[in-house]
């Protein structure tokens, strides 16, 4: 409890929150290596995914693969990427951001593919039969349906970059694993909770975001058949009790 009350006098101390070593400036590091690796992971992974849940090819092979990546031990790969570029702390965020890439194309494959697979077929024929070009019905009707899984895999990527992206700070570079990782040698288990909090902190706020974007993005006409169920309920019960009074 005391080191648990001794690291939130560490945040809180005003000293802790300017400089090079400052919080503002460890948490935009921190943002920067999740935003980065997001946008290249999203190209690679986005792209296919939708490619695959629209025309159903390679499904086997690409679970196959993402399953594998997720087996990849995230420090020892980039250790091995870190000494095969060699370059020193200069090139040290091309096998971070690499490494960050492998880990975050896996969810992102499967929100993009499973949200695209999930749109009832009977409303891709609708839109086929209206004389739709495959192209039209993937952005015009696939991808605004999927957008809400496709989110979710979004989510459950920048919450995975979030987490290991601490393992940057074993390579030298910055973010909020700079404090868990110059810590430890010191037995300064104070500054290894700080690191951990604020990750965890800043994982909690973007799931936050990210949950409420998911929410906005689902169709009106998708929210209005969700509904209805919970409108047939009410209005069922609304008059099982008038008829019972």
Known sequence: MNLFADAIRW????AHWTGANGIPNRVAEHLGYTALTVVIAALIAVSLGLYIGHTGRFRGLVVGVTGALRALPTLGLLVYLAVLFGGGISFALVPTIIVLVVLAIPP?????????ESVDGRTVDAARSMGMTEWQILWKVEVPLALPLSLGGIRSAVLQVVATATVAAYISLGGLGRYIIDALPLRNY?????????VTILALVLDGILVVCQRLTVPAGVRAIRKSPEQRSTTKSARTVS???
């Open 11 to 14: 945040i809180m101390d005003p």
């Open 108 to 116: 992102l494959l499967a929100g993009a593919y499973s949200g695209v």
């Open 190 to 198: 104070t500054e290894v909770l700080v690191g951990a909090l604020l």
């Open 243 to 245: 008829a019972s009074a």
